[in-house]
């Protein structure tokens, strides 16, 4: 009798055990629970290195944790991501900054919600050597390729300011950004500023070959989580987005190795490939000055430009959604 309540009890309480499992409230395991009656919470996502919080917290159910429902709409390009949430298709959207700031002239109801990583390396001035660029000063009456209005000029003309470079001495030849490592490669241009992963292509294609020149730091390129005014969505639901962004940061810094294989695998790059600019990026959430300042920089640097003409530079501060004190899409950042 006492042993077949000693098996009786052993089921019972091997059966509590795995319902805890399941239920996801064992230490360190990911929740298998479904958000009961969560409205879908579609987030367009930029299929880039640069997105892995987001890979990383829907693979770990961390999104499910908080009590979302969250879809991830690939989009290619912080550009057709913003077309996405501008065109309703999504509730939030993830770009850079510069994306964010061009559409800020044009689009008020525009709100920045937090950034999630950063890099001071991702954008890059390559050469090939024997080229003739041998320095920074050697730019003078060279032909630089880069993508018209966008992260990739902004940074040109960042590095030529800081090393005192006339910017009219420097002709620029505007391309795509799939175009620009073949253009450097048929010597159309002598060098190229251009983002990841383009660089690791070109360094790929002709690893002896290729010159980075010094520009580390120069431009700092954030990736953001952005949403849009009158939305209305919940704040419980901004928080809880946050959150799990939060943690799976805390993860991507933690377990390196296991992270890289995690993205490598949903982008469909080579583990390589992926851990050649993984160093560069620095994962955490962020809405300060630094962001400000930047998108302040960059607003009166298209206008001096022409590349956006009659506006004023946008006020920033109000398009900065406070996500700490949870306050609505539609209720702008006080000013402090």
Known sequence: MIKVATTLLGIVLLAALLWWLVDGRAIGSDSLREPSNAPII???????????????????RLFSQQDLAVVLVPCFGGHKCMEMLLN???????????????????????????????????????????GGIVNLTSLEGQKVG?????????????????????????????YKPTQLVEALLLTEVD?????????????????????????????????????????????????????ALEQANLYLITHPKQSQTLVSETLGISFRQLNWS?????????????????????????????????????????????????????EPLEHK
Do not use: C
């Not at 299929?47 to 770990?60: E, G, N, R």
């Not at 360094?203 to 020149?213: A, F, K, S």
């Not at 630094?290 to 590349?307: C, E, G, K, P, Y």
């Not at 700490?324 to 899409?329: N, R, T």
């Open 88 to 130: 309703h298709e999504v509730d939030f959207a993830t770009a850079s900054e510069t994306v964010f700031m061009f559409n800020s002239f044009t689009q008020p109801e525009l709100r920045l919600i937090s950034s999630f990583v950063e890099s001071d390396n991702d954008v890059k001035l390559l050469t090939l050597k024997g």
């Open 146 to 174: 880069v993508v018209k209005a966008s992260a990739s000029e902004f940074f040109l003309d960042s590095l030529l300011i800081l090393n005192g470079i006339d910017s009219s001495s420097v002709e620029r030849v505007y």
């Open 42 to 60: 579609r987030i367009a996502v930029s299929q880039t290195p640069l997105s892995s919080p987001f890979f990383i917290a829907q693979s770990k």
């Open 278 to 330: 993984w160093q560069d990026y620095l994962f955490r959430l962020s809405l300060g000055n630094s962001l400000l300042s930047n998108l302040h920089t960059q607003a009166r640097w298209a206008l001096d430009r022409q590349l956006i003409t009659g506006a004023e530079v946008p006020d920033f501060r109000a398009m900065f959604l406070d996500g700490k004190s949870l306050a609505l899409l539609d």
């Open 191 to 243: 060098a190229i500023a251009v983002w990841e992963p383009y660089g690791y292509e070109l360094t790929n294609t002709v690893p002896e070959q290729v010159e980075q020149l010094p520009s580390r730091g120069v431009y700092n390129l954030s990736f953001n989580l952005i949403g849009l005014a009158g939305k209305h969505r919940k704040p419980e639901a901004i928080s809880g987005i946050l959150a």
